[in-house]
């Protein structure tokens, strides 16, 4: 749900927070002409006036001043490890927001803002003040109209002389210290406004990040270089520090020149004045001089106002997709730098990124059904496991899939060497939901596929997941030259012991399925109850992987449909084949997808998109879900908007004969 458009003309704010920048905020607004200050919002009811908020009301509690009918906006000032809690309860309260940069601690917790935004129908813009300057703007057309020729290099640097506490906010590693985080934000900001502006966008993101740190005893980095390197070759160096003094310029190099900006930040002064931008060509320099009396942060918050008056970020204020690129460049500047916090280490807190106990939903679009003997119903949609690097991204996606309704986790023994498994393990017991969840575990891939590596990987697995059991087990891949019934009795031999509760087959063929299942009937042995194997509207061509096999074709279907066999399909949106931004040059989308009976079914998908009012990817996901047969679609999403739009397709109805239609292009 995207912000609607205000008529209101002035914003009403209220701050959260009391610091040297709520105070500069708070100024700023006595001047700005399209904002009023209501309230300042304390943590402590000792707190109780300072000259800087002139007569705004003082409240205790931030919970108070979202509970105000009067305030439309609010504008937090917290240290950025508060960023997230406040910015989502805000937009839960339905305020706009203004959140200082930078906006959370790392891309996982940005996605989580911007998609309580999107829920609630509310504004969200990070706060980088030299954004909205005059300065800025007329930076970004000089660079866009190419008067210094093709920008190959530039360099920007951010740094101060901070005194070594290490209880400070700039110091600590609960408060979320470091250079990189308080400072550095600006530079990567600033790189991928020129890199954008020298490719004729607003912004663009860096192919590669490398980095270093030098970290005090805190964990925090008190300095820190890193070089960004773009798709059209140009490279930023840039460097932060809180102990060492620099000369916090940009210059930015061009084949036909290059330029320099003195006062890139605080532009011509946080209470108005002259800056200039420097241009250096044929052995001439030009200044450009930018006069402005605004005040800095009373043109924040007046393009603020104007964004939430458009119902999106204006002119050069960052919009959500350049703000989550900012975070995963410095998420990636800290990797290379290793720096990390206490808050982004696995199962640390039992609460979500809103600062509350995760939510036991209710009924939901999501359905729930039990096809399987394991004691527990299972969500209509499975989320993968597969593609999470760090707690913080599988933290952000596992509450959000699970708050939605879902409980059926996908991992393996080999996804990212035990790190999925681990991942969800923590998530799992620091949300105490083990008993909600219903976890899918995979093993014995191949060339380990034997009867005896069954037991020592699972037995390795249920380790990392911190689990004595796994509610469904899949042998991952099949090994023809072992006699099927050796893999049954080993399976049966666990599930009687209680450490799995169900097993099947994954990448298994149906007719070696179904030998197994003759077996386990013959010798008294539990049999194969799923399988897991590719399944999606469009039919797979080729194998993406060595070994997998696919069940979407008709004389499979009509396998599974004859014994109601449960199918948890991976690949189940055919790895971006419905998407726009399908490439049918692609190697890969030739050899696996692209075919003419393929492309008629996406033009089939999109013509009920267009229907339905959804995209291509929804319908291509709601077809599975439609069909007669137990089908549970794996998900992989690796962002919240990615995890929105497969929920969307639970609240698609498709017409049985469009199922038809999408399948075969025939009406009934």
Same mark, same amino acid.
Request: charged content about 20%; glycine content about 8%.
């Given at each position: 749900?995207?912000?609607?458009?205000?008529?209101?003309?002035?914003?009403?704010?209220?701050?959260?927070?009391?610091?040297?920048?709520?105070?500069?905020?708070? @100024?700023?607004?006595?001047?700005?002409?399209?904002?009023?200050?209501?309230?300042?919002?304390?943590?402590?009811?000792?707190?109780?006036?300072?000259?800087?908020?002139?007569?705004?009301?003082?409240?205790?509690?931030?919970?108070?001043?979202?509970?105000?009918?009067?305030?439309?906006?609010?504008?937090?000032?917290?240290?950025?490890?508060?960023?997230?809690?406040?910015?989502?309860?805000?937009?839960?309260?339905?305020?706009?927001?203004?959140?200082?940069?930078?906006?959370?601690?790392?891309?996982?917790?940005?996605?989580?803002?911007?998609?309580? %935004? =999107?829920?609630?129908?509310?504004?969200?813009?990070?706060?980088?003040?030299?954004?909205?300057?005059? /300065?800025?703007?007329?930076?970004?057309?000089?660079?866009?109209?190419?008067?210094? %020729?093709?920008?190959?290099?530039?360099?920007?640097?951010?740094?101060?002389?901070?005194?070594?506490?290490?209880?400070?906010?700039?110091?600590?590693?609960? #408060?979320?210290?470091?250079?990189?985080?308080?400072?550095?934000?600006?530079?990567?900001?600033? $790189?991928?406004?020129?890199?954008? !502006?020298?490719?004729?966008?607003?912004?663009?993101?860096?192919?590669?990040? /490398?980095?270093?740190?030098?970290?005090?005893?805190?964990?925090?980095?008190?300095?820190?270089?890193?070089?960004?390197?773009?798709?059209?070759?140009?490279?930023?160096?840039?460097?932060?520090? #809180?102990?060492?003094? @620099?000369?916090?310029?940009?210059?930015?190099?061009?084949?036909?020149?290059?330029?320099?900006?003195?006062?890139?930040?605080?532009?011509?002064?946080?209470?108005?004045?002259?800056?200039?931008?420097?241009?250096? /060509?044929?052995?001439?320099?030009?200044?450009?001089?930018?006069?402005?009396?605004?005040?800095?942060? $009373?043109?924040?918050?007046?393009?603020?106002?104007?964004?939430?008056?458009?119902?999106?970020?204006?002119?050069?204020?960052? $919009?959500?997709?350049?703000?989550?690129?900012?975070?995963? *460049?410095?998420?990636?500047?800290?990797?290379?730098?290793?720096?990390?916090?206490?808050? =982004?280490?696995?199962?640390?807190?039992?609460?979500?990124?809103?600062?509350?106990?995760?939510?036991?939903?209710?009924?939901?679009?999501?359905?729930?059904?039990?096809?399987?003997?394991?004691?527990?119903?299972?969500?209509?949609?499975?989320?993968?496991?597969?593609?999470?690097?760090?707690?913080?991204?599988? @933290?952000?996606?596992?509450?959000?899939?699970?708050?939605?309704?879902?409980?059926?986790?996908?991992?393996?023994?080999?996804?990212?060497?035990?790190?999925?498994?681990?991942?969800?393990?923590?998530?799992?017991?620091?949300?105490?939901?083990?008993?909600?969840?219903?976890?899918?575990?995979?093993?014995?891939?191949?060339?380990?596929?034997?009867?005896?590596?069954?037991?020592?990987?699972?037995?390795?697995?249920?380790?990392?997941?911190?689990?004595?059991?796994?509610?469904?087990?899949?042998?991952?891949?099949?090994? #023809?030259?072992?006699?099927?019934?050796?893999?049954?009795?080993?399976?049966?031999?666990?599930?009687?012991?209680?450490?799995?509760?169900?097993?099947?087959?994954?990448?298994?063929?149906?007719?070696?399925?179904?030998?197994?299942?003759?077996?386990?009937?013959?010798?008294?042995?539990?049999?194969?109850?799923?399988?897991?194997?590719?399944?999606?509207?469009?039919?797979?061509?080729?194998?993406?992987?060595?070994?997998?096999?696919?069940?979407?074709? !008709?004389?499979?279907?009509?396998?599974?449909?004859?014994?109601?066999?449960?199918?948890?399909?991976?690949?189940?949106? *055919?790895?971006?084949?419905?998407?726009?931004?399908?490439?049918?040059?692609?190697?890969?989308?030739?050899?696996?997808? +692209?075919?003419?009976?393929?492309?008629?079914?996406?033009?089939?998908?999109?013509?009920?998109?267009?229907?339905?009012?959804?995209?291509?990817?929804?319908?291509?996901?709601?077809?599975?879900?439609?069909?007669?047969?137990?089908?549970?679609?794996?998900?992989?999403? +690796?962002?919240?908007?990615?995890?929105?739009?497969?929920?969307?397709?639970?609240?698609?109805?498709?017409?049985?004969?469009?199922? @038809?239609?999408?399948?075969?292009?025939?009406?009934?």
């Amino acid at each position: 749900m995207a912000p609607a458009a205000s008529n209101t003309s002035s914003l009403r704010w209220a701050i959260l927070g009391t610091g040297a920048i709520a105070r500069q905020f708070a @100024q700023a607004l006595e001047r700005s002409s399209r904002g009023r200050l209501i309230c300042v919002a304390s943590r402590s009811a000792a707190f109780t006036a300072a000259p800087e908020f002139g007569g705004a009301e003082i409240v205790a509690g931030y919970e108070t001043a979202l509970a105000r009918t009067d305030v439309e906006a609010v504008y937090i000032a917290t240290p950025h490890p508060n960023h997230a809690e406040w910015a989502i309860k805000a937009a839960r309260a339905g305020k706009h927001v203004l959140c200082e940069k930078p906006i959370g601690m790392n891309a996982a917790e940005a996605t989580a803002i911007f998609d309580a %935004g =999107e829920q609630n129908g509310v504004l969200i813009v990070e706060a980088f003040m030299y954004r909205t300057h005059p /300065q800025t703007s007329r930076l970004h057309e000089i660079l866009a109209s190419g008067r210094i %020729g093709r920008v190959r290099l530039m360099s920007a640097s951010y740094g101060y002389n901070k005194a070594y506490d290490p209880e400070a906010r700039h110091f600590s590693n609960a #408060l979320g210290g470091g250079a990189i985080l308080d400072v550095g934000c600006y530079c990567v900001s600033m $790189s991928r406004l020129v890199a954008g !502006a020298a490719s004729g966008k607003s912004f663009a993101d860096p192919v590669s990040v /490398q980095g270093q740190a030098s970290r005090v005893e805190t964990g925090a980095d008190e300095n820190a270089t890193a070089i960004l390197t773009f798709a059209d070759g140009m490279v930023s160096r840039i460097a932060c520090s #809180l102990t060492t003094v @620099q000369d916090n310029t940009v210059r930015i190099f061009g084949e036909k020149g290059w330029i320099e900006v003195p006062s890139p930040w605080f532009c011509s002064g946080r209470q108005g004045g002259s800056s200039v931008i420097r241009i250096h /060509q044929d052995g001439d320099v030009e200044d450009i001089v930018i006069d402005c009396s605004d005040w800095l942060y $009373s043109l924040e918050a007046d393009a603020f106002a104007a964004s939430v008056a458009a119902g999106r970020a204006q002119g050069l204020a960052p $919009s959500p997709a350049d703000t989550l690129g900012n975070m995963r *460049a410095l998420d990636a500047w800290r990797r290379a730098g290793g720096v990390t916090y206490v808050s =982004e280490a696995p199962g640390r807190s039992p609460r979500t990124y809103a600062g509350i106990e995760l939510a036991r939903p209710g009924q939901s679009a999501m359905g729930h059904v039990s096809p399987l003997p394991i004691g527990k119903s299972l969500s209509r949609l499975a989320i993968g496991c597969m593609g999470f690097e760090t707690y913080p991204d599988a @933290q952000a996606l596992y509450d959000a899939f699970f708050e939605a309704g879902g409980n059926v986790f996908d991992t393996a023994h080999i996804y990212k060497k035990g790190l999925s498994d681990t991942l969800l393990g923590h998530w799992v017991k620091s949300r105490d939901v083990r008993e909600d969840a219903v976890i899918i575990g995979k093993g014995a891939h191949s060339p380990n596929c034997y009867p005896e590596t069954i037991g020592r990987e699972l037995a390795e697995s249920l380790e990392r997941l911190q689990t004595d059991y796994i509610d469904i087990y899949f042998m991952h891949r099949d090994n #023809l030259d072992i006699p099927v019934g050796e893999f049954v009795d080993v399976l049966d031999d666990f599930a009687r012991k209680g450490t799995i509760r169900a097993f099947g087959g994954s990448n298994w063929t149906l007719e070696r399925l179904g030998e197994a299942n003759a077996y386990a009937q013959r010798a008294g042995r539990q049999g194969f109850s799923a399988v897991s194997n590719q399944f999606s509207l469009a039919e797979m061509l080729e194998p993406v992987w060595p070994d997998c096999i696919s069940s979407s074709d !008709a004389d499979s279907i009509a396998w599974l449909r004859g014994r109601n066999m449960p199918l948890f399909a991976w690949s189940s949106q *055919a790895r971006g084949f419905f998407t726009d931004a399908m490439n049918p040059d692609d190697p890969a989308t030739i050899r696996s997808w +692209l075919s003419e009976r393929n492309l008629g079914r996406r033009e089939r998908a999109r013509i009920l998109a267009d229907r339905y009012g959804t995209t291509m990817p929804t319908i291509a996901l709601a077809y599975l879900l439609h069909l007669d047969f137990p089908v549970f679609p794996i998900i992989g999403p +690796l962002t919240i908007a990615e995890l929105r739009m497969s929920l969307a397709a639970l609240e698609v109805s498709l017409a049985p004969e469009d199922v @038809q239609w999408l399948a075969d292009g025939d009406r009934p």
